[in-house]
């Protein structure tokens, strides 16, 4: 949280939000809809030859998020171009959203895990 306090501090002149990111757990040229018909018709690339190494998408993690307020209560979100990202790891990054995140942060704590 400090670290991300002060990369915002350090470019307030530049941004008015800041949201934490991760790595996607998967790249998008991996997500699609079905198509009309159930079907895959909208993936398009050659999957034999994929490599998830050749992909840096990043998604919200939502640990944290910065905002100077009247920017906030104008756009009401925290993403676009006047939001910095702030890139966390896995580990950091453990939402807990059911039974098994909850497990997999409890294995964390457990093992003492971290990144630092």
């Given at each position: ?35 009309e ?73 457990k ?6």
């Amino acid at each position: 949280m400090r670290e991300a306090i002060e990369l915002f501090d350090a470019r307030i002149d530049e941004f008015d939000f800041l949201t934490s990111v991760k790595v996607a757990d998967h790249p998008r040229v991996l997500v699609h809809e079905l198509d009309e018909h159930g079907a895959l018709g909208y993936f398009h690339i050659d999957y034999s030859r994929y490599r998830r190494q050749n992909y840096h998408d990043i998604t919200p993690n939502g640990a944290i998020q910065i905002a100077k307020i009247p920017e906030y209560l104008a756009q009401k979100h925290y993403y676009g171009s006047r939001s910095l990202g702030y890139e966390m790891n896995n580990i950091d990054s453990v939402d807990i959203d059911s039974a098994l995140d909850l497990m997999v942060a409890a294995e964390i704590i457990k093992r003492g895990l971290n990144t630092r």
